[in-house]
């Protein structure tokens, strides 16, 4: 019993690890560019937005979810960054991963200074259609101004990760 058990243990570590190893490792993936899908989804109002708007800026889309803590943390350094750079063509862009009604509410209590389209099921396919391969929430592009999937960040962006990618591009 006490020989299943330490299997068991050690099982279960080794399993812990090589999800850990994966997770770590996923911004690898930024080797090569490849080029946006164009896509489109509704914002609050039910109005439709299309990637294309954005053409010819420094694009940053940011996968969320109002239920993840990692996810309203960034939002707030998110908001600051547009403020700074949006005259230099920086334009941040938030997809929902769920439905309409908890988004309105959680944007009733902080006012976000870029589009936020609700993405529900669909942006949660659209993500891993970006490279989202295990997927993390939250989950961010840095799309340049060519239309080219830069870098993809699962789990938290720091401001200063995001300037080290962004500030060659606005140059």
Known sequence: MKQLMLIVIVAAIALAAGISVRFLSAPAIDASPSALVDFSLPDLSGTQRSSSEWRGKILIINFWATWCPPCRKEIPEFMA?????????????????????????????????????????????????????????????????????????????????????ITPLMQ
């Open 81 to 165: 960054l547009q403020e700074q750079y949006a005259d230099k063509g920086l334009q941040f862009v938030g997809i929902a991963i769920e439905e309409r009604e908890p988004v309105s509410e959680y944007l009733q209590t902080i006012k976000i200074n870029y589009p936020i389209l609700i993405g529900e099921d669909e942006g949660l396919a659209l993500s891993q259609q970006l490279g989202n391969i295990i997927n993390a929430v939250p989950f961010t592009l840095v799309v340049d101004r060519q239309g080219r999937v830069i870098h993809r960040q699962p789990g938290e962006f720091s401001r200063e990760k995001i300037l080290e990618i």
